[in-house]
């Protein structure tokens, strides 16, 4: 094919820039290589043109995540790798005491606004209420959430009372 | 009930049983669960204790674990130091560029540590009783956590298959 006629200024010539239309239906993997899902739309700034965030397709039970290019580690032909591991994505993960009791599953995720740090999360198990565990009692979110030593669990069952 | 008599020699009254240890979950550093402890480990000449057998169930073997990984032994769960290397089987691999490079196959190790020298990767392409393997050294792996990142794009992965190990 005949190469395009180029008019740049200060510009990367075209052999150095991504087509963002092949780039729908590829791959998000986290900073771990966790697949988030595959890219729906790219959104750029209206006003400076820049890329801005991609969104990622969700299906019935799971919704469609945005994030923005500060979490972008890199841009692919294959895929868009990010630089971090996603904070949603440790909903129904196993909640662990430091003595190995599993205290039950993440039921909700509580982030600091928009951003991906973690404020805390809301737990539940077969038959207790669903309780707040903030992001400070954690020793480590991974596979699972392993919570810190002294964190005394404030598990309540349906039978007991609120007070 | 009478208490029990003691020719032990020192105060063990802070010493945990075997019946402490078997059936416990083992849940590695990062929060996985790895099986259940099904066997105590004793040096037979110095009857120290060595480490745990772990069963992971009917279609996965078994696995033993020195007492050197074992972090801690908690009332609900043994916690381990470590992430156990053979989990790695069945993650998928991909390139530096996010490129899918196929699946974890086996892997080879240092002798018996918690180590990886190659992982062996099932190219995507090839056909499921194909027998070809890809060898990535481990100097090719960037992270090893949900699945394999490595620092190299596909192209500079090695050309020639190996046979299953």
Known sequence: MRRPHQILRTERPLDRTINLRKLIGKRVLSKGGEIVGRISEIRINPVGFGLEGILVRGNVLKKQIYIGRNYFSKISKDAVILNIEVSVLIKNKKVITSKGEIIGRVKEVVRNGTRNDLKGVYVRSLFSREFFIPASKMEYVNKSIVLKPKYETTKKYFWQSNS | ?165
Not at chain 2, 95 to 107: C, F, L, R
């Open chain 2, 1 to 165: 009930m009478r208490q029990q008599k003691s020719i032990s020699g020192k105060a063990i009254v802070k010493a945990i049983t075997s019946e402490d240890i078997l059936g416990k979950d083992v849940i590695d550093s990062e929060g996985a669960f790895i099986g259940v402890a099904e066997k105590v480990l004793i040096n037979s000449k110095s009857l120290d204790f060595i480490g745990i057998s772990v069963d992971k169930g009917i279609i996965r073997s078994g696995l033993t674990i020195g007492k050197n990984y074992i972090s801690k032994i908690t009332p609900h769960a043994i916690f381990l130091k470590i992430t156990v290397v053979y989990d790695v089987k069945g993650k998928i691999v991909f390139d530096k560029n996010g490129e899918k490079i196929g699946a974890v196959s086996s892997i080879d190790i240092y002798g018996e540590k918690n180590k990886i020298k190659i992982i062996y990767a099932k190219p995507t392409s090839s056909l499921f009783f194909s027998k070809k393997r890809i060898a990535i050294p481990i100097d090719s792996i960037k992270i090893v956590g949900e699945n394999v990142m490595l620092n190299i794009t596909k192209d500079h992965l090695p050309k020639q298959f190996v046979p299953k190990p």
